[in-house]
């Protein structure tokens, strides 16, 4: 690992939260380190003793079943940082992290917070806010899971993805479509089935290369009732 200075370009909104005394401090003592793509970050039920905040890339965050099976929570980019609360109680991981992508994690040590003033109440506030938002994200998912079709979730996922508000748009996933299917709680065949029944909405997809013709005739698929009966 290496020390590192944070470009001021990268919006990290657990660190935003703090004074800039603060800020400097745990940064003076942060660390990060380079991963290519499919290496592992850390373990499920790992002690930890770093949060870590994803610099660059994109980052899989995932548990394993019991049948050996993997189920994807969350892919996380620049900005965003896992594993806050543990950081700072104590304890082990919740989840595996694996690089989605070529991506840099910077692991921050919060059990060696700094002397200055109010130094815990500004950590713990930012580590609360950081996991109410985790809390809003996943209870996102779950109703998406709920009350959406696979191809209204890929819809919707498009949609989000996308810079255009309507009309047409070209589009690069970000990760394989592999892993694309695990984040929407889909199989692979069945993601291939939703980019399929999207044809006729004027979705094509080559690999990760997406082309829609009319961004607004997705919205109107996603808010459409009669497609989650």
Not at 73 to 94: H, K, M, N, R, Y
Not at 192 to 201: I, M, T, V
Not at 207 to 216: E, K, L, Q
């Amino acid at each position: 690992m290496q020390h590192y200075n944070l470009d001021k370009s990268i919006r990290t909104p657990i660190l935003d939260q703090l004074s800039r005394s603060v800020r400097d401090c745990l940064l003076s003592k942060a660390q990060t380190k380079r991963f290519e793509r499919g290496a592992s970050i850390c373990l499920q039920d790992e002690k930890v003793e770093c949060l870590k905040i994803v610099l660059n890339g994109w980052v899989k965050l995932y548990r394993v079943c019991p049948n050996g099976n993997e189920a994807v929570l969350s892919t996380l980019e620049q900005g965003q940082s896992f594993d806050e609360i543990v950081a700072l109680q104590g304890g082990t991981s919740p989840t595996s992290a694996e690089a989605a992508s070529d991506c840099t994690v910077m692991f921050v040590k919060l059990s060696s917070i700094c002397s200055c003033e109010n130094a815990y109440a500004e950590i713990s506030k930012a580590v609360l806010s950081a996991a109410s938002n985790h809390l809003d994200s996943m209870i996102g998912h779950i109703e998406q899971l709920k009350v959406k079709t696979g191809t209204q979730r890929l819809s919707e996922y498009l949609i989000d993805l996308s810079d255009a508000a309507g009309g047409a748009s070209e589009l690069v996933l970000p990760y394989e479509k592999v892993l694309l299917a695990g984040k929407l709680g889909m199989k692979p065949e069945s993601l291939s089935r939703a980019f399929g029944r999207l044809k006729q909405f004027g979705v094509r997809s080559i690999h990760r290369s997406v082309t829609i013709n009319d961004v607004s005739s997705l919205q109107n698929l996603v808010n459409d009732d009669r497609a989650c009966a």
